[in-house]
């Protein structure tokens, strides 16, 4: 992987973006998902949003990546809004969703160099040199004429992460990345986007609920429950929390007699 | 409130398409490979229902006709009228709807449900442009030719019931002399004009379907349905409005 610095930076070379994010709040009806959501990602480093399932860090997400709009708030990057940023295209997202969400009818090959060739940004030779070169670079050789039902979960996140890397983005989104992975193979993924980002300082937003990852290659951990973030951490402070909701999600504990879910014993 | 709220993405919808035409050039291999699954893969399903179509028309009418003596040398007009105005345009659109638009909603429907049209949003790219028009234009495209032959085929179905069934008493060339008589260019032109109407419908309809379908794979299902559902009876409403102002 050592040319990935090269690859990137012939084309492009710009300064790391910050992301900030102010009061944001997202409703469905009278539903609140997230409520007053206020944090600053800095420029060139990886901020982990954490949370248990279905406590909004996927709508965040949507919500950054300019898919859906937020109820109230403001979410600008380089102090600029996101609306106007996505209506000029100055600043280029890469999002790597969940599930990979590579076309299924595309080829490998024209998965990744679909973005390259709508856009017109190179001719056909070095679209194709390109996606040959980061197909090698994320140990994926071999495997460009596959369709991605014909790869593994782990391989699937990787050429997500290709796509995202080959758009030369200012900021990098992932959806909770190391989901349904086995632990070596969720450890790669790990070791990726924390090399991706020492080697071309690109802004990352990392949602997940996978506390190594967080501290292992986040710079800063904010953690969501029910809606709010309470606190921001960084890998060091983040066991140090006084709060029992930060506590529990780093060190639950399992009891078989008593399941939380269950309803109380009358 | 829902149908109000469909139909205003399918006018906004044809309204992107028509803005993303431009592009039209760049997408020529998305629209030739669109035109490959609606013509080409649909054509012998269309000839097959028309030959049959126009042999039950003139069955039909031929045993109507024969109790009026002389009545029978009017076939030809008959199934070649209905043929190019009517039967050829519907039963092509309603070929169209089962196979190619349903394939639309369940394909589109899937890559939103999967995440796919959201990756396109995300690389900046325009759904409308790669998904929604490349279809229509393969629809538009391709609809006046299946029309045309199933067309000729149903007037060739009626053509061989004259010739094979013993109460129908005309020879062919009286077949196709009253055919030629009555059907002219105008006839010809309506017909085609009414199965592209029906094209841009059913392939913006399966398309606004396929982008709305949010859940799983049972949504995608019910998406199918909807989108065969409210094709057919757009077709039929537009189909007697279209035939009203021809005439």
């Known amino acids: 992987m050592a040319n990935t610095k090269q690859l990137f930076s012939e084309t492009r070379n710009r300064l790391p973006v910050s992301i900030e994010v102010d009061h944001l709040k997202k409703q469905f009806r009278n539903y609140v998902v997230l409520d007053n959501i206020s944090l600053k990602v800095e420029p060139g480093e990886i901020f982990v949003l954490m949370g248990p399932s279905g406590s909004g860090k996927s709508v965040f997400l949507d919500l950054l990546a300019g898919l859906s709009e937020p109820s109230s708030g403001r979410l600008s990057i380089n102090q600029e809004d996101l609306k106007e940023v996505k209506r000029t295209k100055k600043y280029v997202m890469g999002l790597v969703f969940q599930s990979g969400a590579l076309f299924n ?13 709508e856009h017109r940004l190179f001719d056909e030779q070095e679209i194709r040199s390109r996606v040959t070169q980061m197909l090698s670079m994320l140990t994926l050789r071999g495997i460009a004429h596959l369709m991605p039902s014909e790869l593994s979960g782990g391989m699937r996140k990787r050429v997500a992460l ?45 949602v997940s609920h996978d506390v190594m990852l967080a ?52 | 409130m829902k149908l109000l709220q469909l139909w205003a993405f399918i006018f906004q919808l044809f309204f992107e398409t028509c803005k993303e035409l431009r592009y039209l050039p760049r997408q020529i291999g998305r629209c030739f490979e669109q035109c490959c699954i609606m013509g080409y893969q649909t054509l012998p399903i269309v000839g097959i229902l028309s030959i049959f179509m126009g042999g039950i028309l003139a069955l039909q009418t031929g045993y109507s006709l024969s109790k009026l003596p002389g009545a029978q040398s009017f076939l030809g007009s008959i199934v070649g009228l209905s043929m ?35 990756a396109l949003r995300t690389m900046n790219l325009s759904p409308v442009r790669l998904l929604v028009m ?30 094979s069934v013993n109460f129908i008493s005309i020879n062919g060339a009286i077949y196709w002399r ?67 102002v021809l005439l």
Not at chain 1, 105 to 117: E, Q, V
Not at chain 1, 172 to 196: K, M, N, R
Request: with cysteine.
């Open chain 1, 215 to 266: 501290q292992t290659i986040g710079h800063h951990i904010a953690l969501l429950n029910n809606g709010f973030i309470q606190e921001i951490y960084t890998p060091q402070t983040l066991p140090q929390s006084s709060q029992s909701f930060v506590r529990n999600f780093l060190n639950p504990t399992v009891n078989l007699n008593r399941p939380r879910f269950l309803p109380p014993a009358s």
């Open chain 2, 84 to 118: 190019c105005r009517e039967l050829g345009p519907l039963m092509t659109a309603f070929l169209l709807t089962g196979r190619v638009g349903s394939a639309i909603t369940a394909e589109l429907g899937s890559m939103s449900v999967y995440k796919e049209v959201d």
């Open chain 1, 162 to 206: 290709a796509r995202g890397l080959l758009m030369e983005p200012d900021i990098l989104l992932f959806d909770e990345p190391t989901s349904e992975l086995d632990p070596i193979t969720a450890a790669s993924i790990i070791e990726l986007i924390g090399y991706v980002n020492k080697q071309l300082r690109i802004t990352t937003l990392v």
């Open chain 2, 134 to 163: 490349p279809r229509v234009v393969g629809g538009l495209l391709m609809m006046p030719f299946l029309t045309i032959f199933s067309t000729v085929l149903g007037w060739l179905g009626g053509w061989i019931v004259t010739q």
């Open chain 2, 178 to 244: 009253s055919l030629k008589q009555y059907v002219d260019v105008e006839s010809i032109n309506d017909g085609l004009l009414k199965a592209e109407i029906f094209a841009l419908v059913i392939t913006l309809i399966s398309s606004a379907m396929g982008l709305q379908t949010k859940g799983g794979p049972r949504e995608i299902g019910t998406s199918v349905t909807r989108t065969l559902v409210q094709s057919m009876i757009a077709i039929l409403m537009l189909d007697y409005f279209v035939t009203k």
């Open chain 1, 105 to 117: 009818s595309m080829t490998i090959f024209d998965n990744l160099a679909l973005y390259l060739r």
